[in-house]
């Protein structure tokens, strides 16, 4: 059975940087895309980034041009790198990948990580 697990959240002040971090584990034979997403209180899960099998990425418009995604295909991790951050940058952080594994496809999902950008 194949798990996402996120690290890497924590409190940060308004223009400050954090890197999410997302490990794959269980007999993986091949992940395919990648994904961030963030759910606000209140609101809908919506989608932050997304990395190819290949390594191209896509971002939300929200998050464009202050977000990296990565991804280590030999360690089957992604990462996600976020500076001047604000407060309605403030949710918890889920990482998604469809999985081949020795259980056949799974569409994993981690159990999220925490972000809070206040002063």
């Known amino acids: 059975q194949v798990q996402l697990v996120e690290s890497g959240g924590g409190l940060v002040q308004p223009g400050g940087s954090l890197r999410l971090s997302c490990a794959a584990s269980?007999?993986?034979?091949?992940?395919?895309?990648m994904r961030w997403y963030r759910q606000a209180p209140g609101k809908q899960r919506e989608l932050v980034a997304t990395?190819?099998?290949?390594?191209?990425?896509s971002y939300a418009d929200a998050v464009k041009g202050r977000s990296t995604i990565s991804r280590d295909n030999a360690k089957n991790t992604v990462h996600l790198q976020m500076s001047s951050l604000k407060p309605e940058d403030t949710a918890v952080y889920y990482c998604?990948?469809?999985?081949?594994?020795?259980?056949?496809?799974?569409?994993?999902w981690g159990q999220g990580t925490q972000v809070t950008v206040s002063s």
């Open positions: 269980g007999v993986i034979f091949s992940i395919n895309a």
């Open positions: 998604n990948a469809g999985i081949w594994s020795d259980s056949g496809w799974t569409d994993a």
């Open positions: 990395i190819t099998s290949g390594g191209r990425p």
